[in-house]
Every structure is written in structure tokens, then in C-alpha cells.
């Protein structure tokens, strides 16, 4: 789960991060057009709204009826001081100027004590001229000027408002899709956590079917192979709880040991004799001890066993179930020191599987009573196990078996052994 959301907090902050990254530019490349068409409307607002005042001006003096706009005459003194007192918007002045010669009749700046050409350099250094009207009667015309840092100044105080609206928007924006990507990843996240609980929760089913098949497979061949021989399936319970018991006691010096491991060596140690299917009743039911010809007879049920399990494997595949099945069939009767059967093997080329079932299977047969020889006792099937280390068994196994030979003891007091059948083998 935590690794889960690791991944999904990963692709949101990568998607935040592209998003992030585009609305950037697009925000730069945003705020620089907003300048120029704002840098642009403005002035157009600003010129506009001081030509329509300058034009109500001009109908104004037209109106006064004046006859003169020279400095030196009183009309153009009056006119001069008319001159001073207007404001335009935006920083904008009026001058008056001669229609003929173009000079400068009337400006602010000679009221402030400037010569007349001290005031042309001004006007066109500081302002610039956005439109004139004709002055009838007068022979003169106003001049409309606008005041180039004032508007530059305007124009700059609406860009910065538009740009902090513009980044304070992108970040909005940014915040919100990162919120909708991480709703969006959630929601799938969850729908698919959904749909792989819903499989996994299937795929437990088919599992827990198939195993249920497969333990009643199991089942079915043990109880067949133990129905030649007479038995009522306690040899298979005392196998199976043998080798339990001798594979925990193995796990800690055993790294291939582990509980599925030793789930395993449970289910397929039923199968251990599962060959003796295939002996004539003849030699498996009989009631004495076997001769030689008897013996090799019987000695064949390993490989009956392991070559009809190794079959199921081809077709099944290489299923651990059947792999560990197949190593305890057909090795379950070899001995450590090379002595056994039916292939001969020693030491560690026997798998081990059958070396556990070994010991398991030989204490069950030391202490079941058999028509050819009487039970031991708990204490003689140890001692008879602890002299065959090194030698029939896996001196490892052997001590294993010797720290829960207790384990054995009590489990083989709790039987009831007076209804079993001695013949078999």
C-alpha cells in the first residue's frame, strides 16, 4: 500500500511538474502580449479621451471671440492664461501656434517664466503631438500634446496589476489540476485496486480449488496404493506427521526449508509407496518374510511409483509439488552410505525429500507390528536409527530425529494400534 502511494504522489508531482512547466510559458508568452495590446489600448484611451477634451477646448475659444492670439496683445494674454489653467487627462497640455510661421503663441511653460524657444525644446523632448484644431478668427491653431512618461507610466502600473493577476491565475490553475490529477489517479488507483483485489480474490478461489483437486488426487492414489496392502490409511497419517516433524526440526541449519516446503514433504510423503500398485499380490501380500526373487520383485515399486509420477509431470509441467513428489518416490529407499535402491545413490545426490521420508518411513516400520516380526519400542527404533547414521540415513536427518524424537514418542502413544492389520510391509 505505501509503495502504492509513493507512485501515485511520483505521477502527480510529474504531472504537476508539466503543468507547471507549460502554464509558465504559456504565462510569459501571455503577459508579454497583454503588455503590448494593453501598452497599446491604453495609449489609444489615454490619446482619445485628451483629443476629445483639447476639441471641446478649441469650440470653446472659438467662442470667446477672440481677434488675436499674439503674447504682446491683451487677447493673447487672455488666452495665455486660459492656457495655464487647463488640465487635460492622462498629463496632456494645449499650445497655440501661428498657422503661418508654426511659432508658439501660447504654451504652459511661459508662464513659468521660459522663452519661447526654451518651450519649443521642450515640448519636443517631453510630450508629443496626438492631434491640433483650428482656432477661427485667429489665424491659429491648438495643438494637443501628451506627456510620453506619463502615459509610459500608466501604461506600466495596468501591466503590473495584469501580471500579478496573470501568475496569481497560473498558480490557481496549477494548484487546481494538480488537485484534479490527484483525484483522477486516486479514482483509478482505487478502481484498479478494486479490479486486482476481485482477481486476486479469484485466482484464490481457482487455487484453493485446484489444491482441493489435488489433495483428493493425492488422497485417491495413496488410499489405492494402501488398499494392495491392506491398510486402513494410518500408515499415511503416521508418515505425513514423521515428516513434518523432522523437516521443522531441520529448518533452522536448512535454508531450502521453509513452510512451504515442509507443506509440501507433507502432501507428497503419502505418496511414498504409491509404486506398490504395481506389485503382483502374490509378493506384496505375502504373509512371511520375502525371497530373494520375492525381493527384487518388490524393490521395483520405486520406480513404478516415480516413472508413473515422473509422467504426470510431463504433462503438468514443473510443478514443485510434483518435483519433491518424484525425488521421494523413487529415492525413498536408497541409503546414504550408496547401498540402497533402486538406483544405487549416496550421500548428498539423494534428494532431500527422500531422505527425510527414510528415517519417517523406517520408525513407522520399527514400531508397527508386522506378521513377521513384533513392534519395537519407541527407545530400540531410536537406537536403531541413531546406529544407522552415516550409513542407511543422513546423519543430519538422524539428528533432527534424535532432537524430536520426543515429538515421536508422543505422537506414537496417542495411537490406537490394536485394530491395525500386521502384514504390511
Known amino acids: ?49 485628451t483629443a476629445e477634451y483639447a476639441a471641446q477646448f478649441a469650440v470653446l475659444i472659438n467662442h470667446l471671440g ?40 501660447s504654451h504652459p511653460r511661459l508662464g513659468e517664466g521660459m522663452s519661447i524657444a526654451d518651450v519649443g525644446t521642450t515640448v519636443d523632448e517631453s510630450s508629443q503631438i496626438i492631434g491640433q484644431h483650428a482656432l477661427d478668427g485667429l489665424n491659429a491653431i491648438v495643438r494637443v500634446h501628451q506627456s510620453e512618461a506619463v502615459i509610459r507610466s500608466a501604461v506600466g502600473d495596468f501591466t503590473r496589476q495584469v501580471r500579478f493577476v496573470a501568475v496569481i491565475l497560473s498558480l490557481l490553475l496549477v494548484i487546481f489540476m494538480t ?24 485466482v484464490e478461489i481457482r487455487s484453493r480449488a485446484l489444491l482441493k483437486s489435488r489433495s483428493a488426487v493425492i488422497l485417491g492414489l495413496a488410499k489405492l496404493a494402501e488398499s494392495r ?47 506398490k500398485v504395481g506389485i503382483p499380490d502374490a509378493v506384496l501380500l505375502h504373509p512371511g518374510k520375502l525371497n530373494a526373487e520375492q525381493r527384487q520383485i518388490i524393490e521395483k515399486h520405486p520406480t513404478i511409483g516415480g516413472d508413473t509420477l515422473l509422467a504426470i509431470k510431463r504433462v503438468w509441467g514443473d510443478d514443485p509439488f510434483l518435483i519433491i513428489a518424484c525425488e521421494i518416490a523413487f529415492a525413498h529407499h536408497e541409503r546414504w552410505d550408496g547401498d540402497g535402491y533402486p538406483f544405487g545413490l549416496s550421500g548428498a545426490d539423494i534428494p532431500l525429500p527422500a531422505r ?12 508397527i507390528q508386522r506378521v513377521y516380526k513384533p513392534a519395537m519400542t519407541h527407545e530400540q527404533a531410536v537406537e536403531a536409527i541413531q546406529a544407522g547414521a552415516g550409513t542407511q540415513f543422513d546423519p543430519q536427518v538422524v539428528k533432527a530425529f534424535l532432537h524430536a524424537e520426543r515429538d515421536f514418542h508422543r505422537f506414537l502413544n496417542q495411537l490406537d494400534l490394536k485394530h491395525l492389520d500386521p502384514s504390511a510391509r
Do not use: C
Open 229 to 275: 496392502d491392506d491398510q486402513t490409511g494410518e500408515h499415511l497419517d503416521r508418515i505425513r506427521h514423521y515428516v513434518v516433524v523432522l523437516a521443522r526440526a531441520m529448518k533452522a541449519d536448512h535454508p531450502e526449508i521453509d513452510d512451504d516446503f515442509i507443506e509440501t514433504l507433507g502432501d507428497t510423503s503419502s505418496l511414498h509407496d504409491i509404486g
Open 179 to 202: 488537485l484534479l490529477t490527484a483525484l483522477i489517479v486516486r479514482r483509478y488507483e482505487n478502481r484498479l485496486g478494486r479490479l486486482n483485489e476481485n482477481l486476486e480474490h479469484l
Open 1 to 49: 500500500m505505501a509503495r502504492s502511494i509513493r507512485q501515485r504522489w511520483l505521477l502527480v508531482l510529474l504531472v504537476a511538474a508539466g503543468q507547471t512547466f507549460a502554464l509558465l510559458v504559456a504565462s510569459v508568452w501571455l503577459v508579454n502580449w497583454l503588455d503590448i495590446a494593453v501598452s497599446q489600448l491604453v495609449r489609444q484611451r489615454v490619446q482619445s479621451s
Open 356 to 367: 527425510i521420508v527414510a528415517v519417517a518411513d523406517v520408525y513407522d516400520a520399527l514400531t
Open 66 to 105: 477672440l481677434r488675436s492670439a499674439l503674447p504682446s496683445t491683451p487677447d493673447g494674454e487672455r488666452l495665455q492664461a486660459i492656457i495655464e489653467t487647463v488640465s487635460l487627462p492622462g498629463g496632456g497640455f494645449l499650445s497655440v501656434i501661428d498657422r503661418n510661421t508654426g511659432q508658439i503663441l
